[in-house]
């Protein structure tokens, strides 16, 4: 049985009086894709920052592997093996590919800031850069720049500069928003993909791709769990039809 890689227990938000998270609980399963939906207004974005540590909880506790980490630092869990995909993902137009994912990988040797060293110096980083852009199906676009790559191509190359600091736990903060139907099918199977041997734990409007992808999903509503389970336990709580799924019959709603 899988035991929990991330909980958060009591998880509560407050902004000048304002409850944005009201005592959520919750265990993301090591080894499942966990995804977080709601109308907008649930929390769940507010929910995201909290359990990547970019904001501070008023009340409650993160855990992580079963140790608490509620008041580490966000570069201080990443370096755990939980990493949220755009602390890294601002790919630079102006550098090709490889570049970007090199850029990554500096980053996990901890020698991003030694900028008087010569270029060259990172081609060592090559190969393995080259081996996670195949593994994102970007080895052909390996030496354009990022500028001229397509929006959803540049999303993948978002996914492999994640991969490059080798997280245990992959946070995707609506990895497919913005995409047309064959940029979303590329994106879940590649989530499918490099989902293997790790934990993902996703936002995500689209409940096609929570439907085709998620072993288990948390419903928030006004900041609190309304429901979780498998897919089509909450696609048939009426709580959860009520609050959010009034565009089931679309597999999209609003974030």
């Known amino acids: 049985m899988s035991s929990a890689i991330l909980e958060a227990r009591n998880l509560t938000k407050q ?4 409850t944005a998270v009201d005592d959520v609980n919750l265990q993301v399963q090591e080894g499942h894709i966990h995804a977080l939906i709601g109308p907008n207004g649930a929390g769940k974005t507010t929910v995201f920052n909290l359990l990547t540590k970019f904001l501070p909880p008023t009340r409650g506790e993160i855990l992580y592997r079963g140790k608490p980490i509620t008041g580490m630092k966000a570069n201080e869990i990443a370096r755990l093996g939980l990493v949220r995909s755009f602390q890294i993902s601002a790919v630079f137009g102006h550098m090709t590919a490889l570049e970007n994912v090199r850029v990554a990988l500096q980053r996990k040797l901890g020698t991003s800031f030694h900028f008087w060293k010569p270029e060259s110096s990172l081609d060592h980083l ?13 080895a052909e676009y390996a030496d354009v720049l990022t500028v001229e790559m397509p929006y959803g191509r540049k999303r993948a190359l978002e996914v492999a500069t994640t991969l490059a600091l080798e997280p245990t736990l992959m946070l995707l903060d609506e990895p497919t928003q913005g995409m047309g139907a064959e940029d979303v099918d590329r994106i879940v199977e590649l989530i499918r993909r490099v989902a293997t041997g790790r934990t993902v734990l996703m936002v995500e409007h689209n409940l ?19 429901a979780e389970g498998g897919y089509q336990q909450v696609a048939h709580d009426p709580q959860v039809r009520e609050a959010y799924m009034g565009s089931e019959a679309t597999g999209e709603a609003t974030a």
């Open 15 to 18: 902004f000048r009086g304002f």
């Open 126 to 138: 090559n190969d393995r850069a080259l081996e996670l852009l195949d593994e994102v199906g970007l």
């Open 208 to 226: 096609r791709v929570v439907s085709r992808l998620c072993d288990r999903i948390t419903v928030l509503a006004r900041g609190a769990v309304l």
